[in-house]
């Protein structure tokens, strides 16, 4: 799976619009069977099937920092991930900032991605969280103190070092979409359906003439985009502030793929 979470967006004028984008995944879907976009009432779901899909992650590991003899771990960490799912999908399944798909297979929505265009790839407005806060409330770990490691909340603050690396690295260039997440169910990884969703979104680049950005939290993550032509542009590393464990580090691979013309706008 990929994601880039609790992660604050780009200020960024001009570019592809949300419209332009709908309009763009709309043409090509015919041609993914079982892809289809996601709204409100798929919400709840969607949610389900990225917690699943990240309960095992490496940035959500990290951020959860759980012993693994931990007997409530599985539950800690679909909760987690619920939440942080939650905070940075909300605006973009309700479509308010970008669009979210599904693929579903027996018509059970296994697999979910979530996407941002240049022009609403601005800075977080205060409303829009409190709102968010009023609807899921905040993370887990600010809530249930001793359930996650006691790094947990300043680890998940320390993410926000990727917006501004995005900021730096997409400065300049007005035609992009934002890789938020793309996540299949656990039971269903392997099949080809995050496979399918990436062909849908490089497809549509293209035909946009635009460039994709995502964050991604491991090695094997880097290589599999880059057999889809995505090329690595930093390996950084975060560490929270006062965090000596033996966990401290999180190396994040960020990666950006020219359209198929190569030209970058």
Sequence with gaps: PHCSILINFVNMKGGISK???????????????GVSFLSKSDEDNALDVLADAF???????????????????????LKLGKSMHA????????????????????????????????????????WDDV???????????????????????????KLEVLTKKRKEHMKGI????YLQTLGVSFDHHGKGHGKKLLQL???????LNASIYLETESENN???????????????????????????NLNMWLMRKTPSGGKIE
């Excluded at 399944?93 to 693929?103: D, M």
Aim: charged share 25%; proline share 5%.
């Design 19 to 33: 419209e332009e984008l709908n309009q763009a995944l709309n043409k090509n879907l015919t041609s993914y069977n």
């Design 55 to 77: 309960k095992e992650d490496p940035m959500f590991a990290w951020v959860a920092e759980l012993d693994d003899d931990d007997p409530n771990k599985t539950q800690k960490m």
């Design 174 to 177: 007005k035609r992009w979409i």
């Design 87 to 126: 905070w940075v999908n909300h605006r973009l399944i309700v479509g308010k900032r970008g669009v979210a798909l599904g693929v579903r297979s027996n018509q059970d929505l296994v697999g979910c991605m979530s996407l941002s265009p240049s022009s609403c790839a601005t800075r977080t407005q205060i």
């Design 222 to 248: 880097e290589g599999l985009y880059k057999k889809f032509g995505f090329q690595t542009l930093e390996v950084t590393t975060l560490r929270a502030a006062g965090d000596d464990s033996p966990t401290a």
């Design 201 to 207: 979104l490089i497809q549509t680049a293209d035909m």
């Design 131 to 157: 709102m968010v806060m009023f609807k899921f409330g905040l993370p887990p770990m600010y809530k249930e103190k001793g359930a996650y490691g006691p790094h947990s909340s300043k680890r998940a603050e």
